[in-house]
């Protein structure tokens, strides 16, 4: 095959690379991340309300916002019970009807349990933003409400947070001496941005990303917006809050938790709890169940991630450790110690901290790129058009060049950010130990390095025949070019 029909060959093979990247990403289903309730229509609940259990629907103000919530208590008795509040985990305005199942559980076992409408974007908590103070004053504002009720003891109110609410409720507790007891359910000792780092990099492996990958995929992107500081809650850490609790707490650790490490979080409390002299604290692993307290060989959550999977079927020994432990508070004989940590197979490791103008550094880089190869195709469209011809040679692999130059880039962001705001559920097919769209992306850089080789192959061996025009736009190509090498490198698509 003569040399021009090769090239043209070439370019057509190439060309759609680009857009079959876009089509994989756009057609991964969206999903949430784990122990993430997700977008529930309000008044909507995730089973039939418990029998024994009475449901009475209220508000309440915290801060500048009126809270809907609900209260769940036994039916038809005259005695006072202890009371807890419900703290949602991750998720933008989480509706109280994600929690009904816990709430309905605790009502039905003598706890009068409080469910409450989480904040949402319009109140200050959003994608890349939140405060642990203002999550924590809402705790507190529906501990006032169940003081005031009839059918609860003022004397032992406490707090019971999930996943991201267990830093939240020990936040509570060091506020107000009116929280009575902490209870944390799958929490993590460990800050929000090496939690969501390790999450991720527990669902890449399960997927079957080789684990060289795994920080490539998994922790450079969460990294770089921490140093912009745009990742909600970075840096808070929940142990110094937790050395200085004086209430009674419970730690309970889900044995599967994938959202959560499980091993490192017990021993982190353990320790912590330990060395600061706390008075009463319990740690307890609940076997066989993953990050919703669901009974899962092994805590992954197979399928679309909604309520039912979630809390439509808790293990009954979690429900029992909870209301039993408050119960032993009520009588005054409350059982302490720790369980031993569970295997967790995955360490998180400390992170490497980015700086601060790094993620804004490598925007600049890639804008650039882009600005240099749309200058390339722009100047030579408008040179087109004019009927000026081109003596630069290597035309297959100068519009190759161009076009990945444009594509991988956005592509690259746009698939790690999947991966961020997915927790690592949804990469797509793993070929090789790659997901394919990152295997396309990864071919795609060696190309633009082949089609970068090879125009400066072409260049050196006829420099006399370039104009000042074609000289121009040969620079911006390379300049382009030059740029893409450290972009790839820093993003890990060169990573072998």
């Given at each position: 095959?003569?040399?021009?029909?090769?090239?043209?060959?070439?370019?057509?093979?190439?060309?759609?690379?680009?857009?079959?990247?876009?089509?994989?990403?756009?057609?991964?289903?969206?999903?949430?991340?784990?122990?993430?309730?997700?977008?529930?229509?309000?008044?909507?609940?995730?089973?039939?309300?418990?029998?024994?259990?009475?449901?009475?629907?209220?508000?309440?103000?915290?801060?500048?916002?009126?809270?809907?919530?609900?209260?769940?208590?036994?039916?038809?008795?005259?005695?006072?019970?202890?009371?807890?509040?419900?703290?949602a985990g991750s998720g933008e305005g989480v509706p109280l009807e994600a929690y009904l199942p816990i709430a309905e559980a605790f009502a039905a076992a003598g706890v009068v349990t409080l469910v409450y409408d989480k904040r949402g974007e319009s109140d200050g908590y959003g994608l890349f933003g939140a405060s642990l103070p203002d999550l924590a004053d809402d705790a507190l504002a529906g501990v006032r409400l169940l003081r005031e009720r009839s059918?609860?003891?003022?004397?032992?109110?406490?707090?019971?947070?999930?996943?991201?609410?267990?830093?939240?409720?020990?936040?509570?507790?060091?506020?107000?001496?009116?929280?009575?007891?902490?209870?944390?359910?799958?929490?993590?000792?460990?800050?929000?941005?090496?939690?969501?780092?390790?999450?991720?990099?527990?669902?890449?492996?399960?997927?079957?990303?080789?684990?060289?990958?795994?920080?490539?995929?998994?922790?450079?992107?969460?990294?770089?917006?921490?140093?912009?500081?745009?990742?909600?809650?970075?840096?808070?850490?929940?142990?110094?809050?937790?050395?200085?609790?004086?209430?009674?707490?419970?730690?309970?650790?889900?044995?599967?938790?994938?959202?959560?490490?499980?091993?490192?979080?017990?021993?982190?409390?353990?320790?912590?709890?330990?060395?600061?002299?706390?008075?009463?604290?319990?740690?307890?692993?609940?076997?066989?169940?993953?990050?919703?307290?669901?009974?899962?060989?092994?805590?992954?959550?197979?399928?679309?991630?909604?309520?039912?999977?979630?809390?439509?079927?808790?293990?009954?020994?979690?429900?029992?450790?909870?209301?039993?432990?408050?119960?032993?508070?009520?009588?005054?004989?409350?059982?302490?110690?720790?369980?031993?940590?569970?295997?967790?197979?995955?360490?998180?490791?400390?992170?490497?901290?980015?700086?601060?103008?790094?993620?804004?550094?490598?925007?600049?880089?890639?804008?650039?790129?882009?600005?240099?190869?749309?200058?390339?195709?722009?100047?030579?469209?408008?040179?087109?058009?004019?009927?000026?011809?081109?003596?630069?040679?290597?035309?297959?692999?100068?519009?190759?060049?161009?076009?990945?130059?444009?594509?991988?880039?956005?592509?690259?962001?746009?698939?790690?950010?999947?991966?961020?705001?997915?927790?690592?559920?949804?990469?797509?097919?793993?070929?090789?130990?790659?997901?394919?769209?990152?295997?396309?992306?990864?071919?795609?850089?060696?190309?633009?390095?082949?089609?970068?080789?090879?125009?400066?192959?072409?260049?050196?061996?006829?420099?006399?025949?370039?104009?000042?025009?074609?000289?121009?736009?040969?620079?911006?190509?390379?300049?382009?070019?030059?740029?893409?090498?450290?972009?790839?490198?820093?993003?890990?698509?060169?990573?072998?």
């Amino acid at each position: 095959m003569p040399a021009p029909r090769r090239r043209a060959a070439l370019l057509k093979a190439l060309l759609p690379l680009p857009v079959l990247l876009l089509g994989v990403f756009l057609a991964l289903p969206a999903r949430a991340a784990p122990g993430d309730p997700g977008d529930v229509p309000r008044g909507e609940g995730n089973k039939e309300e418990a029998t024994g259990v009475t449901r009475e629907e209220v508000e309440f103000i915290a801060g500048e916002r009126t809270v809907r919530g609900a209260v769940l208590a036994p039916e038809a008795t005259t005695e006072t019970h202890p009371g807890v509040v419900l703290v949602a985990g991750s998720g933008e305005g989480v509706p109280l009807e994600a929690y009904l199942p816990i709430a309905e559980a605790f009502a039905a076992a003598g706890v009068v349990t409080l469910v409450y409408d989480k904040r949402g974007e319009s109140d200050g908590y959003g994608l890349f933003g939140a405060s642990l103070p203002d999550l924590a004053d809402d705790a507190l504002a529906g501990v006032r409400l169940l003081r005031e009720r009839s059918d609860v003891r003022s004397d032992l109110v406490g707090v019971h947070g999930h996943s991201e609410g267990g830093w939240t409720v020990i936040e509570a507790g060091v506020r107000s001496a009116e929280v009575d007891f902490v209870v944390a359910a799958a929490p993590s000792a460990l800050p929000p941005d090496r939690t969501q780092i390790w999450m991720n990099q527990v669902q890449l492996r399960h997927a079957g990303v080789s684990d060289r990958l795994l920080d490539d995929l998994g922790g450079r992107l969460t990294r770089h917006v921490v140093g912009a500081e745009a990742f909600r809650l970075a840096g808070h850490d929940p142990l110094p809050d937790l050395a200085r609790l004086e209430q009674p707490f419970l730690g309970v650790i889900a044995e599967h938790d994938r959202s959560t490490p499980p091993g490192q979080t017990l021993e982190l409390y353990r320790d912590t709890l330990s060395g600061s002299g706390h008075p009463h604290h319990t740690l307890r692993v609940i076997s066989g169940v993953g990050h919703g307290m669901e009974p899962s060989p092994d805590g992954f959550v197979e399928g679309d991630t909604d309520l039912d999977s979630l809390f439509g079927d808790l293990a009954p020994e979690y429900v029992d450790t909870v209301t039993g432990w408050v119960h032993g508070l009520a009588a005054g004989e409350p059982p302490g110690g720790s369980d031993a940590p569970p295997a967790q197979d995955l360490e998180s490791v400390e992170q490497p901290p980015a700086g601060s103008g790094a993620l804004w550094l490598l925007v600049a880089s890639g804008g650039g790129t882009l600005v240099c190869f749309s200058a390339y195709l722009g100047t030579g469209l408008i040179g087109r058009i004019r009927g000026r011809r081109s003596r630069l040679p290597a035309a297959g692999a100068r519009r190759v060049l161009a076009v990945l130059g444009l594509s991988l880039p956005p592509l690259t962001v746009v698939y790690l950010g999947w991966i961020m705001m997915t927790a690592g559920t949804e990469v797509g097919a793993v070929v090789f130990g790659r997901p394919l769209p990152w295997l396309g992306l990864q071919l795609g850089a060696l190309t633009a390095l082949g089609a970068t080789a090879a125009l400066l192959l072409a260049c050196w061996s006829r420099p006399d025949r370039l104009t000042g025009v074609d000289r121009a736009r040969l620079g911006l190509l390379l300049v382009g070019a030059t740029a893409l090498l450290p972009w790839a490198v820093t993003w890990g698509l060169l990573t072998p």
